[in-house]
Structure formats: structure tokens, C-alpha cells
């Protein structure tokens, strides 16, 4: 079982909707990331959140939100979306320290579609 | 643009015989370099990590890093069925932004 649980697993949902992502993890990590996974494209990171501040804004639209109430919780908040940002949103998290770069850890995912 | 390469594939090999993946990083700085294999409909899984020059090994799971070359590749070995999924290869570019390649679709051929 994976320490790091994402729900919904799966999210279907009209442009005027307005939903939100959760993500949270069981490893003691102090470093969380959203990521968008769309097909036939390499994983693009969103966001990081590094002892709940976020760090890492990597120009995504602001119809995206994120909010890190404390490190084990993750969310993602959706508001007005495209057909395009139709993907697989994947939560992960990680240690970070001054010792090096820790891999990351992934959810099994949200599977969102646009309507 | 920081870039991590691979070639999409697929790649398909007999069961059996030894799978090799191949990864090449824009980042001469580069210092952390992860393989993840991602089942279809499921999430990426780290398999290996690899931070040094040389060889590891880990089972039938070979990593293996020339930074002079800039190239990172996996091997596995007496490939199974069960070894059919995508392969990820990532790079750390900076403390905290890690980079993923498109990946790699395996296939083992019964």
C-alpha cells in the first residue's frame, strides 16, 4: 500500500465546476509536489511545498490552487477548467535536507477529465 | 531548458534476455538520477536510485552513470512479463526540481 494516498481517484467534471484534490502522506516527509501527467508528455511539476511553504510555482494557471494546511496534507483546488487540463494529477513527497535530493514518492493519482 | 532524454520506444524484448534503457540529462551539474517504472493506470514507482559514477545493482536491476557522457541507463536482467511498463528516468536540477524524461514503454515477449 502506498505511503502516499490521493483521492478521488477518479474526477469527472464540468468547466464551471469547482473541486478540489487531496493528497496526503504517511512517510514523515517534509516536501510535497503536485504533478500533471498527460499523455505522450513528461511529467510537469506544479507545485512544491517545502516544510508547507511552497517554493515552487512552475507557471501554472491560476484556475489551479494549491494549499498545504500542514506537511502530511496536500490539496489541489480546481475552478473553471479547460478541456486541456483534462490528465492524471499525481501527488507526491519526499525528504529534503542539506544531505542531498531524497527521491520522491508518488500517489496512485487523480485521473480528472474536463466535460 | 534543463532536458531529460529518452527514446519512447516501445521496446520490446524476449523474455528472458536483458532489457536496455537508456537516459541522456542536459545538466552537466546533475548529481541524482532515479529510474521509476509505471504500470498503465498506476502511479510512478522508484526503483532505483543512483548518485555516483559506475555501477548498482539490485537484483536483477542494473543502474548504471557516466556523467562525463551524461547518460544514465537501467538494465534488467532475465526479463519477465511482469517487467513490461513504462520506465521513467529523472534527474535532479537544482535542490528540489526533479526532471522526468518521457519514459520508456517495455515490452517482455512471452
Known amino acids: 500500500e502506498t505511503g502516499v494516498t490521493q483521492t478521488p481517484r477518479h474526477l469527472v467534471m464540468g468547466m464551471t465546476n469547482k473541486k478540489s484534490l487531496k493528497c496526503e502522506q504517511h512517510?514523515?516527509?517534509?516536501?510535497m509536489y503536485w504533478y500533471k501527467q498527460s499523455a505522450k508528455k513528461p511529467l510537469e511539476l506544479m507545485f512544491v511545498y517545502n516544510f508547507k511553504e511552497q517554493t515552487e510555482n512552475n507557471s501554472v494557471p491560476s484556475r489551479f490552487s494549491p494549499e498545504c494546511p500542514n506537511s502530511s496534507h496536500l490539496f489541489l483546488h480546481l475552478h473553471t477548467l479547460q478541456p486541456e487540463d483534462s490528465a492524471l494529477y499525481l501527488c507526491a513527497s519526499s525528504q529534503v535536507s542539506r544531505g542531498g535530493n531524497q527521491p520522491q514518492h508518488f500517489g496512485d493519482g487523480t485521473r480528472l477529465s474536463i466535460l | 531548458q534543463k532536458e531529460v532524454e529518452q527514446n519512447s520506444g516501445p521496446l520490446s524484448v524476449p523474455e528472458g534476455a536483458i532489457a536496455s534503457l537508456n537516459c541522456t540529462y542536459s545538466?552537466?551539474?546533475?548529481?541524482?538520477f532515479f529510474w521509476y517504472r509505471q504500470y498503465s493506470g498506476k502511479s510512478p514507482e522508484l526503483i532505483m536510485s543512483?548518485?555516483?559514477?559506475g555501477d548498482k545493482e539490485d537484483g536483477r536491476f542494473t543502474a548504471q552513470l557516466n556523467k562525463a557522457s551524461q547518460y544514465v541507463s537501467l538494465l534488467i536482467r532475465d526479463s519477465q512479463p511482469s517487467d513490461s511498463a513504462t520506465y521513467l528516468c529523472?534527474?535532479?536540477?537544482?535542490?528540489?526540481?526533479?526532471?522526468f524524461g518521457t519514459g520508456t514503454r517495455l515490452t517482455i515477449i512471452p
Open positions: 512517510l514523515g516527509h517534509n516536501a
Open positions: 545538466d552537466r551539474g546533475s548529481q541524482s
Open positions: 543512483i548518485y555516483s559514477n
Open positions: 529523472a534527474a535532479f536540477f537544482g535542490n528540489e526540481k526533479l526532471t
